[in-house]
């Protein structure tokens, strides 16, 4: 290939804090270092839509242009029939329009560079727990291990010490239990947080399960399925794992476990 189309040689000599990413999807505009969580990856959708089926798009579209201040936009046409919202830039804003960009010309995105990886991080941290960009400092001096045959982030790790697992599956983190203070530090958003009554605390950080007829405080917004971290009454972190109840449930019910511990204290 004598030279590489002007979006592609743009961003390789680009570093992360210098340009946006965004794939037009049938379901909305998905950021680029979401493009693996759940279920961006994991839908299929038809080559064909009717006029109303794209509305949510069109107008999560015009939401994000109506945030962008950029000096220049490429629009990669993929044959789909999100293409036609490359018509709804508007004419203020430097466009370039790419057709027919040829599958080995891909946009080459390599987590192991320009600190690409620490923008995927934070914005994992930041969809999935609300964690806060500015109470990141800290993750400056994480390491990260590459899968070699996907390209993608495996484990974020401190110290020789794992933090975080990426789930090939969901796109999101499984923190350890120092994955955990870390997130508190960070100040993790209360709502992923339970909170559990001192007498069973010993048996909650050595790994047994978080029952929810001892759960004091739940946050009603808490879904099932989420990673949550468990404290005791005096807020002292017990263990970190998967809440199997949403917050409401953990306050009613009266059996049944509420938070499957996955790393705890001892």
């Given at each position: 290939?004598?030279?590489?189309?002007?979006?592609?040689?743009?961003?390789?000599?680009?570093?992360?804090?210098?340009?946006?990413?965004?794939?037009?999807?049938?379901?909305?505009?998905?950021?680029?270092?979401?493009?693996?969580?759940?279920?961006?990856?994991?839908?299929?959708?038809?080559?064909?839509?009717?006029?109303?089926?794209?509305?949510?798009?069109?107008?999560?579209?015009?939401?994000?242009?109506?945030?962008?201040?950029?000096?220049?936009?490429?629009?990669?046409?993929?044959?789909?029939?999100?293409?036609?919202?490359?018509?709804?830039?508007?004419?203020?804003?430097?466009?370039?329009?790419?057709?027919?960009?040829?599958?080995?010309?891909?946009?080459?995105?390599?987590?192991?560079?320009?600190?690409?990886?620490?923008?995927?991080?934070?914005?994992?941290?930041?969809?999935?727990?609300?964690?806060?960009?500015?109470?990141?400092?800290?993750?400056?001096?994480?390491?990260?291990?590459?899968?070699?045959?996907?390209?993608?982030?495996?484990?974020?790790?401190?110290?020789?010490?794992?933090?975080?697992?990426?789930?090939?599956?969901?796109?999101?983190?499984?923190?350890?239990?120092?994955?955990?203070?870390?997130?508190i530090k960070m100040n993790l958003d209360g709502?992923?947080?339970?909170?559990?009554?001192?007498?069973?605390?010993?048996?909650?950080?050595?790994?047994?399960?978080?029952?929810?007829?001892?759960?004091?405080?739940?946050?009603?917004?808490?879904?099932?399925?989420?990673?949550?971290?468990?404290?005791?009454?005096?807020?002292?972190?017990?263990?970190?794992?998967?809440?199997?109840?949403?917050?409401?449930?953990?306050?009613?019910?009266?059996?049944?476990?509420?938070?499957?511990?996955?790393?705890?204290?001892?």
């Open positions: 290939m004598d030279s590489l189309p002007k979006p592609v040689a743009e961003i390789r000599k680009r570093t992360a804090d210098q340009l946006l990413l965004f794939f037009i999807t049938p379901m909305g505009v998905v950021p680029w270092e979401l493009e693996h969580v759940h279920p961006a990856q994991q839908c299929v959708f038809p080559h064909i839509f009717g006029d109303h089926d794209l509305d949510t798009t069109e107008l999560r579209i015009r939401d994000v242009l109506g945030q962008l201040d950029c000096k220049k936009i490429y629009w990669l046409d993929s044959k789909a029939a999100t293409d036609k919202f490359g018509d709804m830039i508007p004419a203020h804003q430097a466009m370039e329009r790419i057709a027919n960009l040829e599958p080995e010309e891909k946009l080459p995105i390599d987590c192991s560079r320009n600190h690409w990886e620490i923008r995927k991080l934070k914005a994992l941290l930041s969809y999935q727990w609300n964690i806060n960009i500015s109470n990141m400092q800290n993750s400056s001096n994480w390491e990260f291990v590459i899968s070699k045959s996907t390209g993608k982030i495996r484990y974020v790790k401190q110290e020789g010490k794992i933090l975080f697992t990426l789930v090939p599956m969901t796109g999101l983190f499984t923190p350890t239990y120092e994955g955990a203070i870390e997130l709502r992923y947080r339970v909170v559990i009554k001192n007498e069973v605390s010993e048996f909650v950080e050595k790994g047994k399960s978080a029952l929810a007829k001892f759960v004091i405080y739940a946050d009603p917004l808490l879904r099932a399925g989420e990673e949550v971290i468990v404290t005791n009454e005096e807020g002292e972190l017990l263990g970190v794992g998967r809440a199997l109840l949403s917050g409401e449930e953990m306050k009613s019910f009266s059996r049944g476990v509420a938070v499957n511990i996955r790393h705890a204290k001892v």
